[in-house]
């Protein structure tokens, strides 16, 4: 029997990074540019009424008085200050220790003051959170047309590679929307999933915060890593789920051509992405698409996949085309 190899069908980078910059634009248009629009007070109108630089960094949260201790940013001209108010330097700390009864009366009442200021802060982040709705945010998702044209490369590579030994019906446009629904709305479910998640622990961090002496800039810092995490989990969606979709709609797309079998190809993989060595072992083995092999690590839970459809596989399926006997 005459066997024919068909080149694997990859999707581009570029349609996954075009869904990944979406996405982190959405999240970073709801949740993220509102909160530190209301980060803290205008530092100019605060250093109007700042008597110097000990003052105007304490009262703009750029240094905080916490247990004993000056942390933050400091200056010469502020550092200056607190020795001559008789504050010892901390190497090992990285800060100024003096206790509250040292310490003159406006400078107490600079420190009382900053900290009720990062309190109503922390409380209008807090309330700004409260009202972000996690399904506004999925719903507000538009990138079809990204997905749309992802497909439509896949089409025409498929196409492409059966040419002359196979014959597949075109893709029609109720199976293109049907295909598309389904992406949309598990890209949807993720995003809306993972808002709840990190809105919940967002929320959770910053109220630690306020018992931790934090200062304006750790806030922005909680807030930031948030955002980090927010530009990870949209890297994760754009990538896994579009290749789910993808993965089945090559599945769909052979074996409607009569292509019912392909063998494993693995991707080269990198030190920092290594190929899992069970995957490794099923490199050039023959498997049919209704009958996908075990992909799960030895001792977990059995799961069945084909190429590219478990979690971040990268692996290709080369489809086989048999003639004669």
């Known amino acids: ?21 979406a996405i982190i634009r959405l999240l970073r248009e709801e949740i993220y540019i509102p909160l530190i629009r209301g980060i803290g007070p205008s530092a100019q109108n605060v250093l109007k009424n700042a008597y110097d630089d000990l003052m105007a960094a304490i009262q703009t949260g750029r ?17 200056k200050e607190l020795k001559r108010l008789g504050a010892e330097w901390d190497r090992k700390q990285g800060s100024w220790k003096i206790p509250q009864s040292s310490l003159p009366p406006q400078i107490r009442d600079a420190i009382r003051a900053s900290f009720v200021r990062l309190q109503e802060k922390i409380s209008d982040i807090d309330q700004k959170l409260q009202k972000i709705l996690p399904e506004k945010i999925s719903d507000n998702l ?25 014959v597949a019906a075109q893709v029609t446009p109720e199976m293109r929307k ?50 980090g ?32 079998e392909y063998r494993w190809r693995c991707v080269a993989g990198s030190k920092n992405h290594p190929v899992r060595p069970w995957h490794k072992a099923l490199e050039g083995r023959v498997f049919r698409w209704d009958n996908p092999p075990v992909t799960s690590k030895p001792g977990e839970p059995i799961r069945r996949n084909n190429p590219g459809q478990d979690f971040n596989c990268r692996c290709l399926a080369s489809p086989i085309v048999r003639f004669g006997k």
């Open 1 to 21: 029997m005459k066997e024919i190899s068909l080149s694997p069908i990859k999707e581009s980078s570029e349609d996954y990074e075009a869904i990944e910059r």
């Open 63 to 79: 240094i905080t008085y916490y247990r004993g201790q000056f942390s933050g940013r400091f200056s010469a001209s502020i550092s």
């Open 142 to 166: 538009k990138i079809e047309r990204h997905f749309d044209s992802a497909l439509w490369k896949v089409e025409r590579q498929f196409q492409s590679s059966i040419k002359g030994i196979s």
């Open 178 to 227: 049907r295909i598309s629904d389904e992406w949309q709305n598990n890209m949807k479910l993720g995003i809306k999933d993972w808002a709840e998640s990190e809105i919940k622990s967002l929320r959770s961090d910053l109220q630690k915060s306020v018992f931790a002496g934090i200062r304006y800039e750790n806030v922005v810092s909680v807030i930031q890593k948030s955002y």
């Open 229 to 260: 995490a927010s530009q990870s989990k949209a890297k994760f969606l754009a990538r896994q789920e579009t290749s789910l979709l993808m993965t089945k709609f090559k599945e769909t797309r052979y074996q409607s051509a009569g292509v019912m």
